[in-house]
């Protein structure tokens, strides 16, 4: 029934394209080579303008993990340029670095919770990026405006009866919903996902990718994400980038293409 | 093929069971064996001397029961001064193992100067035996359970740093690059991801930790760094072997009830 009403939310954001010109992650040229001359992938461009949707997809092995990495220097590029939030990402400073982190959510396939911390704290965290300190590091430490937030994200998210169970104690579903909760306790202009669906089952799969697309999209977030699912990439993205051997294979508007028209990106080679 | 021989060729299908060794590799074997012999003599070991030597263990035990429990008033006070030694001396060493087990662990000390010195450190204080950390605070501090607690802690920081260290470094590295990602500080991702998932390993080693100081601090009193173990000595030197017996007794009640008090801890810990 949720999964339905979900669904039914979803849709009526759906429809949404983005209105701005004004391009939140710019990338030229960008390559990535652990080993000079291997290549993991090379000269990719791309452009993602404010409140769009997009999907990275390919292959395992095909780069995008280390793609999505290199776009907030979790990775350090070898080549090309990265302009986020119009900074020239790649010449700041450690300081700036981080204060452009801190307006960039990151979801990750395994939830990367801290196992021994409830959920709450969990998502007190997500706060970290614009300000640190002990209060911040736990829940019971935190001053009450900040607990007051982070319940808020737990209820956006379905989890707020939940906030005192420790993140090892819940389901794959539950986990990353928290880690959704903490990135929109982060307050992000864009956010990145790394196949946050990937380790989950097909039915606690699709809520979470609806619940998470349904939120991105009522705050006017742009997201880029990864996916293996392609009708997730059709239905949840404005547009599909495809990577094919480390190389830019497709750059169209999800309309136009089909579940089929993807598959040619799968094949060895 | 007859079927007699069939079992044959399966087994000459298969790999050796054993390897000859290289010449090099059998040289290396004899040479381990035969410093082993050599150590046996350079230690004195003698099945000779340790048989006429055990009908003095019965003499001792005999000159020693019942235990004499007249200076009580005196040995209990030491005993009690032996655990409060151990337990400050642990707390103090865990509290700055922690950020020396930071700066010591491979890639969350950020600074190479940092994490080799601390490395360089927490083996220092591990290699050099606690009694020997005990004279040598006798000397700064003078005699008294101060030294013996700062020699502690000493032996605490070599034996938690090392290990918080390699816990540290054996977190799921998940989490901190969750935090980095949204831009936390390294110390707030180190303090936030680091610490809680590898406090299991902290506290384990810690009453670890605490068990081997309460050995320890029995013998500080043997170089003079306070404790229970000058009231051993004085007795032994004195022949009071009732008296001896009671300390021993008592040592061995005080070690015991730290271990299943650890013990107990662990399991609870674990469970958590």
């Known amino acids: 029934m949720a999964s339905t009403a979900a669904a039914a939310r979803l849709d009526e954001v759906s429809a949404y394209a983005p209105q701005s010109t004004e391009a939140d992650l710019e990338v030229s040229g960008l390559g990535k080579a652990y080993t000079p001359g291997r290549n993991v992938f090379e000269n990719v461009d791309f452009t993602l303008r404010r409140g769009e949707a997009v999907a990275l997809i390919g292959a395992n092995g095909a780069g995008k993990s280390t793609l999505l990495r290199c776009c907030v ?54 706060a970290l990026g614009r300000r640190g300190g002990p209060a911040y590091w736990l829940q019971s430490c935190a001053p009450a405006d900040l607990r007051r937030r982070a319940i808020e994200c737990l209820r956006h998210v379905g989890l707020a009866d939940i906030a005192g169970q420790r993140a090892d104690r819940l389901s794959g579903g539950q986990s990353q919903r928290v880690a959704i909760a903490r990135a929109l306790m982060q307050q992000p202009r864009l956010m990145i996902a790394d196949e946050p669906v990937a380790s989950l089952d097909p039915v606690a799969g699709e809520e979470v990718m609806e619940l998470f697309v349904s939120l991105m999209r009522r705050d006017g977030l742009t997201l880029f994400f990864t996916s293996h699912n392609l009708e997730h990439a059709l239905r949840y993205a404005d547009r599909v980038i495809g990577l094919q051997a480390g190389r830019m294979a497709l750059d169209a508007p999800a309309r136009d293409l089909r579940a089929a028209d993807l598959r040619g990106l799968y094949d060895a080679g | 093929m007859t079927p007699a021989d069939a079992p044959a060729a399966a087994v000459r299908g298969l790999p050796p069971r054993m390897t000859m060794p290289s010449l090099p590799a059998f040289l290396a074997y004899l040479v381990v064996i035969l410093f082993l012999v050599l150590s046996f003599q350079g230690a004195g070991w003698s099945f000779e001397k340790l048989a006429r030597g055990l009908p003095s263990v019965g003499d001792f035990l005999s000159r020693s029961w019942p235990p004499s429990i007249a200076r009580i008033e005196r040995i209990a006070p030491a005993l009690l001064e032996t655990f409060q030694m151990a337990l400050v001396g642990t707390v103090v060493g865990v509290l700055i193992s922690v950020p020396l087990g930071v700066l010591a662990a491979r890639g969350l000390s950020g600074n190479r100067i940092l994490y080799t010195t601390s490395r360089a450190l927490i083996a220092l204080f591990r290699t050099v035996p606690d009694l020997i950390w005990a004279l040598v605070f006798v000397i700064c501090v003078g005699l008294g359970p101060f030294a013996g607690t700062l020699a502690i802690v000493v032996d605490t920081i070599g034996f938690c740093g090392r290990f918080f260290a390699e816990a540290m470094e054996d977190v799921d590295k998940g989490p901190q690059e969750a935090l980095t990602a949204i831009g936390a500080s390294r110390t707030d991702t180190i303090c ?81």
Request: charged share 20%; aromatic share 6%.
């Open chain 2, 192 to 272: 936030c991801t680091v610490i809680p998932a590898a406090m299991p390993a902290f506290i384990t080693t810690s009453l670890f930790a605490l068990e081997k100081s309460t050995r320890s601090s029995v013998i500080m009193g043997l170089v003079g760094a306070g404790g229970i173990g000058l009231e051993l000595k004085v007795a032994m030197d004195l022949f009071e072997y009732r008296e001896a017996m009671t300390i021993i007794l008592l040592i061995f009640v005080l070690v015991l009830a730290v271990e299943r008090v650890g013990n107990l801890l662990r399991r609870n810990v674990l469970e958590i």
């Open chain 1, 73 to 126: 220097r979790l990775i350090e590029p070898t080549a090309g340029t990265v302009r986020l939030l119009g900074t020239d990402l790649l010449s700041v400073r450690p300081r700036e670095l981080r204060r452009l982190r801190s307006e960039i959510g990151f979801v990750f396939q395994r939830h990367n919770l801290v196992p021994r911390l409830s959920a709450l704290s969990n998502t007190v965290h997500g």
